[in-house]
Nanobody, 122 residues
Framework: QVQLVESGGGLVQPGGSLRLSCAAS????????MGWYRQVPGKQRELIAK????????NYADSVKGRFTISRDNAKNTVYLQMNSLKPEDTAVYYC???????????????WGQGTQVTVSS
């Protein structure tokens, strides 16, 4: 089984920074990509950023481009989201996801973290 554990959320003032971490653990055969979604009440979950595990190719939502940076530590099966110049509209629950193959699986599937709250307010 696979588990994604997120950390790093909290309360920050506008213009401040936070770094989210998400560590994948358990029986993992391979990771194709990991990334981050966010969701606010009444809104659809949106993809914020993703990164491929082998080549490190990244994609960002337009709303965070230039402010957020996604990175990964392959040795630790961990993905990070560095969030700078935070705005009140960044307030949301942030969910880590992994596109990976578990040790007992025949194909890749999506796995999800529990979510971590990010609140940007003065």
């Amino acid at each position: 089984q696979v588990q994604l554990v997120e950390s790093g959320g909290g309360l920050v003032q506008p213009g401040g920074s936070l770094r989210l971490s998400c560590a994948a653990s358990g029986s993992i055969f391979s990771i194709y990509a990991m990334g981050w979604y966010r969701q606010v009440p009444g809104k659809q979950r949106e993809l914020i950023a993703k990164i491929t595990w082998s080549g490190g190719s990244t994609n960002y939502a337009d709303s965070v481009k230039g402010r957020f940076t996604i990175s990964r530590d392959n040795a630790k099966n961990t993905v990070y989201l560095q969030m700078n110049s935070l705005k009140p509209e960044d307030t949301a629950v942030y969910y880590c996801y992994g596109d990976l193959t578990g040790g007992g699986s025949w194909h890749a599937e999506d796995y999800w973290g529990q979510g971590t709250q990010v609140t940007v307010s003065s």
